[in-house]
Structure formats: structure tokens, C-alpha cells
């Protein structure tokens, strides 16, 4: 399973954009990105997956560029609500839902 | 849909007892499940993999007889710390896979609540 790096914490004011960049230089040819969201006590939940170029669903959008070795996580116009934890995960399908997690990037948004 | 729960959401115990966690699929068949402990501030940790009909997979560093885990049906698997210590006390999260999903997300699960294990 391919090793990410993600920053430890960012810190954001209520309606603004997040970024969060996830590094993965040694994703291999099967592999997919993959985002978590945990909030303090509680399971993760999944936000997006992507491949290739970018994925947009009605919480994120994914950007990876063309050489996969990185992926940035978007929240638009975040709230108070998306104070959590946020995972990148990579892995392929030989995996098969063997996941690795991180150590996350704390995101805590302020009003 | 694809709604993981897990019983009891919290425990606590003395030390040398043991302690069962449940973890349910409750609309949707899971051949394997998967466990994590999480410490406080900490990243989730994979325990073990639970596979319906065999036995489970331990990853490296997790004692199997300690950590006893049990899958006899496509949705429920247990967990049962056995001889409990204060070390042991942690956040316990499963998750499940939909097997039947297969055009869908390669990695996605669907985890549980967790349960807080505290060993006195």
C-alpha cells in the first residue's frame, strides 16, 4: 500500500475553500485515492474517490494531476460542521478494502 | 443504506475480564469486515480482517489469542478482548464492505460507530 503524506492540521474560517494536499509518490498503476472524514469519536465516513483528473460530488471535489503523485481534497464554503479529521488513502483492488490510514490532517474552522 | 452498527457503544470493565463487541451489517451482506483500534489523537490502526466462514487475518503486532474474532454469518462479526487491561482500553471501530458492490468504489467501506473500551 502506497505511503501518503498529508499536513498535520489547517485551520479555516467558516465559508471559506479547503484545500488539503495529499502526497503519494509511490502510487502504483491500480491504485485509487481515496478520502475519509472522521469526526471525534465516531467511524469514518467516506467523502470521494478519484483515479485520474477530477471527481465532484455534492460534499468535495478531488483534483489529481496527471502524474497521480499527489491529490488535493476540496471542501467549498466550509461551516462549523467540518471540523474533523480527514484521511487520504491509496490502494487498488488487489487490496480489496484493506485500509491503511494515515495520520490525517485536523481541520478545524472557526466562525 | 450501508449502515455498520457496533454494540456496546461504550464499556467499561475490570481488568482480567473479557469483552465482546458486535459489529453489524444491517442492510447489506459483508463477507469481510474489518477492525481498528484508535487511540486518543491517534490515526486508526488496523487490527484484523474478518473473513465470513474462516478465520480471521492479524496483522503484524496484534496477538490473535487476545484479540478473538469471530465471523459466522455474512452480517455480524465479534470481537472479544480477552483478560482486558488498562492498555487495552481504546476506541474499537469495524468496518464492512459490501460485497455485492463491486462496480462501485474499490476502497470504500462503511464503518461503525465504535466502541469505547475503558479497563479499569
Known amino acids: 500500500l502506497a505511503k501518503t503524506t498529508q499536513p498535520i492540521s489547517m485551520d479555516s474560517y467558516e465559508g471559506q475553500e479547503v484545500n488539503i494536499t495529499c502526497s503519494h509518490n509511490?502510487?502504483?498503476?491500480?491504485?485509487?485515492i481515496t478520502w475519509y472524514q472522521q469526526f471525534p469519536s465516531q467511524g469514518p465516513r467516506f467523502i470521494i474517490q478519484g483515479y485520474k483528473t477530477k471527481v465532484t460530488n455534492e460534499v468535495a471535489s478531488l483534483f489529481i494531476p496527471a502524474d497521480r503523485k499527489s491529490s488535493t481534497l476540496s471542501l467549498p464554503r466550509v461551516s462549523l460542521s467540518d471540523t474533523a479529521v480527514y484521511y487520504c488513502l491509496v490502494g487498488d483492488a488487489d487490496s480489496w478494502g484493506k485500509l491503511q490510514f494515515g495520520a490525517g490532517t485536523q481541520v478545524v474552522v472557526t466562525p | 443504506g450501508a449502515v455498520v452498527s457496533q454494540h456496546p457503544s461504550r464499556v467499561i470493565c475490570k481488568s482480567g475480564t473479557s469483552v465482546k463487541i458486535e459489529c453489524r451489517s444491517l442492510?447489506?451482506?459483508?463477507?469481510?469486515m474489518f477492525w481498528y483500534r484508535q487511540f486518543p489523537k491517534k490515526s486508526l490502526m488496523l487490527m484484523a480482517t474478518?473473513?465470513?466462514?474462516?478465520?480471521?487475518?492479524?496483522e503484524q503486532g496484534v496477538e490473535k489469542d487476545k484479540f478473538l474474532i469471530n465471523h459466522a454469518s455474512l452480517t455480524l462479526s465479534t470481537l472479544t478482548v480477552t483478560s482486558a487491561h488498562p492498555e487495552d482500553s481504546s476506541f474499537y471501530i469495524c468496518?464492512?464492505?459490501?460485497?455485492?458492490?463491486?462496480?462501485?468504489?474499490?476502497?470504500?467501506?462503511?464503518f461503525g460507530p465504535g466502541t469505547r473500551l475503558t479497563v479499569l
Open positions: 468496518s464492512a464492505r459490501d460485497h455485492l458492490r463491486l462496480a462501485g468504489s474499490y476502497n470504500e467501506q462503511f
Open positions: 442492510d447489506f451482506q459483508a463477507t469481510t
Open positions: 509511490n502510487i502504483a498503476t491500480n491504485d485509487y
Open positions: 474478518s473473513n465470513e466462514g474462516s478465520k480471521a487475518t492479524y
